[in-house]
C-alpha cells in the first residue's frame, strides 16, 4: 500500500480551512436563535414502553405554548443511570436545569446541595391551593429535612396486583373447591398463597404455569409493600432509624421464600424487565409489577386481565415510586423560571392526564380524573383507577443519604434468602447492619 | 518522499553522537510530529491514571464531598469486604473461563476458513456478524434469548429433554449466562485476527508436510500453531484486557446480579463510582485493575515473549 501524502501545503491549508469553516457553521446553525431561554430536562424510563416519543411529543406541545423557550428533553436511561447523568453533570460544574430522578434520591441530591427549594414558586401559584390539587401520597417523598419542598411529583406509581382472568377461570373448579372465588384476585396473604398454589400447573417436574411472579430486581421495593402491608416498615421517616430486622418484616421474607423455595409456584428472582412479557406471554397467573408497566399489557395482553390492590395481611399498604421534578442550583435564574413553567405544564390536569393514558402511570393532577376524556378512557380501562384508589393505603417510599448503597444491600440480602443461600433471619440481620452502616457512613 | 523521514544512522564512519547532533534539527522536527499524538494521550489517559492513583488514597465520597487524604483506609476497606473477593473471583474465573475456548476455537475456525475456497466470504460474515451488532442491542437480544420461559435456549434446552435454566435470573447460571454472550460476540473478532495470522505462513510449510506424509492435525500442529505464535501472543493479551474489561452486558443484562454473582471489576467500579459515589473506593479499584493488568501482560510477555516463533527460517 502506498503511505498517504499530501501532495502541497496549500491543498491541505484549504481543507483545514474549510473543515473550521464548517465546523463553525455547524455551531452557528446549531442553537436556534429565536429561543430566549433553553433548558435541559433529564428524564429516565423506568418501565417497558416507548415512552421517549411520549414524553417528545409533549415538550413539543409546551414549546407551542411557549414561544421563548426551547426544552432540550435529554433521554437518561433506567433511573440509576439517569441519577448518574445528574451526578456526573454536577460534579462537572454544568448542572441541568430541570431533571426528573427516582424519589428516593432526594436526600442524595440534597446532600450535595444540588437542588432549589420550590416553595417561592408554589406561593405564587397559591401555595396550599396549588398543591392541594396533588395526591398527598405523591407529596411525601418531596419534602427535604428542613421541611421545604424540593420536587414536584411526575411520572408516579405503586407496584398493584395484575391478575389473568382467564387463567382464573380456566382454574374455576378447582379454586372452587377449595373455597375460592375465580372472578376476584386474592385479597389477603393467606389467599395469595391458596390461589398461587391452584394456579401453578406443572408437568414432570417443570412448571408449565406459575402461579405468581415476584419479580427481582426492583424486589426492595415490593418487599416494602409487604412490610407496609404487615404493620412495619424499613427505614423510618426520619431517615436514620432502621427498623429491617422487624418480626413483621421477618414474617413478610419467610412468606415469599415459602412461595420460592418450598413450594415453588413463584420463580426465583425472575428478572424485572422480562416479567411483563412472563405476564402477557402466559407464563405466570398473577404477578407484582409497577402500574407503570400497564400501558404495555393493555395493548399487547391477549386475554382478559384485572388489576387488584396488593393483597393486605394486617392493613393494605405499599410505597409509592416513581420520579419527580427538581430544578437545580448554579443556573441562571431565567433558566429556573422556565424550568417550573415546564413543570407546572407537565403537571396540569390535561397533560399530566395524557401522560397516565400512554404510560399507565398515576396521574399526580387529583383534577385529571375529572376531564371527560380521562373518564371516557377509564370506562374502557377500569384497571387503571386501581393504582389510583390504591393511594389511599399509600406511604411515602423510605428515603435516606447513601440510597443506592442501602438498596444494595437489601437487594443482594433479599436475592441471597430468596436462593436460599442465607436464612430468613441471617439476610435480615445482615441487611440491617449493612444500613446502619451505610447512613451512618461507615 | 518528505524530507527527512526516518533516516537512521546505520554504521559507516561517523560516531554516532556526533551524527544525531548534525541531525537535530531534522529530528526535532520528527518528534514534533508525535505531539498531537503524545498530547492526547498523556490527556487522556497517563494524566487520568496518575490522578485515579492519588485519588485512590483519599476518602471522597457522599459523606465527604471534598477529596481528603486517608492513606491506604481504601485498600483496607476492599480487603475486609466480602464483595471485594467475589468480585476478584468472579473476574478471574470470567476470564480464565472465556479466553481459552474462545482463542482454540477462533484458530480452529480461521483454519477451515483458510482452507476453503467456496463460500469463504459467507462463513467469514457469519461468524463476524456478532461483533458488528452495537454490544447494547445484542445484549437485549440475549436477555430474551435467555428469559427462562419465553426464550428460545430454554425452549431448544427443553426440546432435547434437559432441564431449562434460570439463566440470568439465578446465582448459579447468570456469570455462565455472561460468559457464553461474551464468547459469541468476540469469536469472530479474534478469528478474523488469526485469519490474517495464517495469511503469514509460508505455504510450502504445508506443501513438504504433505509430501511427507502428514495428516490435517499433524500439519497444523507442527506448523500451524507454533507459526501462528506472534498472533497467539497478541491476541491472548487482548482478549485478557478486553474480558478484564467487560461491561456493557453485565450492565445491560444483569447488573451484576442476583447477589453480585455475575459483578466484575469494572461493573464494581461503576458501581462504587457511580450508583454509590463513592469515588475514592472506585479509585483503588482502578489502581488495583491497571496492576493486575500490567502484571499480567508482563507476565505473559515475559514467559512467551522470547520463546515465540517469529519466522519459519
Redesign the interface.
Known amino acids: 500500500m502506498k503511505p498517504f ?1 499530501p501532495k502541497g501545503g496549500i491543498s491541505m491549508r484549504k481543507t483545514c480551512c474549510s473543515l473550521v469553516f464548517i465546523l463553525v457553521a455547524a455551531l452557528l446553525f446549531s442553537t436556534p436563535t429565536w429561543a430566549e431561554v433553553q433548558i435541559k430536562f433529564y428524564y429516565p424510563v423506568g418501565v417497558a414502553g416507548p415512552l421517549v416519543a411520549v414524553i417528545n411529543g409533549m415538550v413539543e406541545q409546551f414549546e407551542k405554548e411557549n414561544p421563548g423557550i426551547d426544552v432540550e428533553p435529554v433521554y437518561a436511561g433506567n433511573y ?1 443511570q439517569t ?2 447523568k445528574v ?2 453533570a454536577l460534579l462537572g460544574g454544568n448542572p441541568p436545569d430541570l431533571a426528573v430522578v427516582e424519589i428516593s434520591e432526594l436526600y ?1 441530591l440534597l ?2 446541595n444540588a437542588m432549589i427549594p420550590l416553595d417561592p414558586y408554589i406561593e405564587a401559584e397559591g401555595g396550599k391551593e396549588f398543591l392541594a390539587d396533588f395526591y398527598e401520597g405523591f407529596l411525601g417523598n418531596a419534602y427535604g429535612r428542613d421541611g421545604k419542598i424540593y420536587g414536584i411529583p411526575f411520572q408516579r406509581s405503586t407496584p398493584i396486583l395484575y391478575w389473568n382472568k382467564d387463567m382464573f377461570r380456566a382454574a374455576a373448579d378447582k379454586l372452587k373447591a377449595a373455597g375460592l372465588d375465580p372472578d376476584r384476585p386474592p385479597e389477603t396473604w393467606a389467599e395469595l398463597v391458596k390461589y398461587a398454589e391452584i394456579l401453578t400447573i406443572r408437568e414432570g ?2 412448571t408449565k404455569q406459575y402461579g405468581l411472579i415476584i419479580p ?2 426492583w424486589n426492595d421495593w415490593i418487599f416494602e409493600a409487604f412490610a407496609r402491608q404487615n404493620g412495619s416498615q424499613l427505614i423510618k421517616e426520619d431517615g436514620v432509624t432502621v427498623t429491617f430486622n422487624s418480626p413483621e418484616n421477618l414474617e413478610a421474607l419467610k412468606l415469599w421464600v415459602k412461595l420460592m423455595q418450598e413450594m415453588k409456584v413463584c ?5 424485572w ?2 416479567t411483563p ?2 405476564f402477557i ?1 402466559g ?1 405466570t397467573a398473577m404477578m407484582y409489577y409497577s402500574t407503570g408497566g400497564m400501558a404495555k399489557i393493555r395493548k399487547t395482553a391477549k386475554f382478559e386481565w384485572g388489576a387488584a390492590f396488593q393483597p393486605k395481611n394486617k392493613q393494605y399498604g405499599t410505597p409509592v415510586g416513581g420520579g419527580d421534578f427538581h430544578i437545580f442550583k448554579g443556573i441562571p435564574k431565567a433558566n429556573q423560571d422556565a424550568a417550573w413553567k415546564f413543570i407546572k405544564f407537565m403537571t396540569r390536569p390535561d397533560i399530566a392526564g395524557y401522560w397516565s393514558i400512554e404510560s399507565g402511570y398515576v396521574s399526580v393532577n387529583k383534577k385529571s380524573y375529572e376531564l371527560a376524556e380521562m373518564q371516557e378512557f377509564l370506562k374502557q380501562f377500569p384497571q387503571m383507577t386501581v393504582a389510583r384508589d390504591q393511594l389511599k393505603y399509600a406511604y411515602p417510599k423510605m428515603m435516606a ?2 440510597y ?2 442501602i438498596r ?1 444491600a437489601m ?3 433479599l ?2 434468602a430468596l ?1 436460599g ?1 442465607k436464612t430468613p433471619e441471617q439476610a435480615l440481620q445482615a441487611a440491617h447492619k449493612m444500613i446502619e452502616d451505610a447512613i451512618k ?1 461507615k | ?2 524530507k527527512g523521514v526516518p533516516i537512521l544512522p546505520r554504521g559507516g564512519g561517523t560516531p554516532h553522537s556526533l551524527k544525531l547532533m548534525k541531525e537535530s534539527p531534522e529530528k526535532y522536527r520528527n518528534y514534533m510530529f508525535l505531539v498531537p499524538g503524545m498530547f492526547f494521550l498523556l490527556l487522556f489517559t497517563y494524566l487520568p491514571i496518575m490522578w485515579s492513583t492519588w485519588l485512590s488514597f483519599n476518602r471522597w ?5 471534598q477529596p481528603k487524604w486517608c492513606g491506604v483506609e481504601n485498600f483496607l476497606k476492599l480487603w475486609n469486604h466480602d ?1 471485594f473477593w467475589l468480585v476478584m473471583k468472579n473476574s478471574f474465573f470470567f476470564v480464565t473461563v472465556s479466553i481459552f475456548p474462545t482463542m482454540f476455537l477462533a484458530l480452529v475456525f480461521a483454519i477451515l476458513i483458510d482452507e476453503r475456497v467456496k463460500g469463504r466470504v459467507y462463513y467469514i460474515y457469519s461468524l463476524f456478524y456478532p461483533t458488528l451488532i452495537p454490544m447494547a442491542a445484542a445484549a437485549m437480544l440475549w ?2 434469548i435467555y ?4 426464550g428460545v435456549l430454554n425452549i431448544v434446552l ?1 426440546k432435547f429433554g434437559l ?2 435454566l ?1 439463566w ?4 448459579q447460571t447468570s456469570i455462565w449466562a455472561l460468559i457464553i454472550m461474551t464468547f459469541w460476540k468476540n469469536l469472530g473478532f479474534f478469528m478474523l485476527i488469526y485469519l490474517a495470522g495464517l495469511q503469514n505462513v509460508n505455504r510450502e510449510l504445508y506443501e513438504a508436510a504433505y509430501i511427507d506424509g502428514a495428516g490435517w492435525w499433524r500439519r497444523h500442529l507442527a506448523i500451524t500453531f507454533p507459526l501462528v505464535g506472534p498472533t497467539s501472543l497478541f491476541v491472548l493479551i487482548v482478549a485478557i484486557i478486553l474480558t478484564f474489561r467487560v461491561f456493557d452486558q453485565i450492565h445491560l443484562m ?2 451484576g ?4 454473582s455475575s459483578n466484575v471489576i469494572v461493573y464494581y467500579i461503576y ?1 462504587n463510582g ?5 469515588w475514592g473506593i472506585a479509585s483503588a479499584l482502578t489502581t488495583i485493575l491497571v496492576v493486575i493488568l500490567l502484571f499480567l501482560t508482563l507476565l505473559i510477555f515475559g514467559l512467551f515473549g522470547k520463546r515465540i516463533t517469529y519466522t519459519a527460517d
Open positions: 501524502i440509576n441519577m448518574q451526578q456526573t442524595s446532600q450535595m417436574n417443570q427481582g430486581g420463580p426465583v428472582l425472575r428478572p424487565n422480562i412479557d412472563d406471554g407464563v443519604v447513601n443506592q448503597v444494595n437487594t443482594t440480602n436475592d441471597a436462593e443461600k457512613g | 518522499m518528505l465520597n457522599l459523606l465527604s464531598p464483595v436477555v430474551y428469559s427462562p420461559n419465553l427443553s432441564p431449562k434460570g440470568l435470573g439465578s446465582s444483569t447488573e446480579g442476583p447477589g453480585n458501581e457511580f450508583k454509590f459515589f463513592d
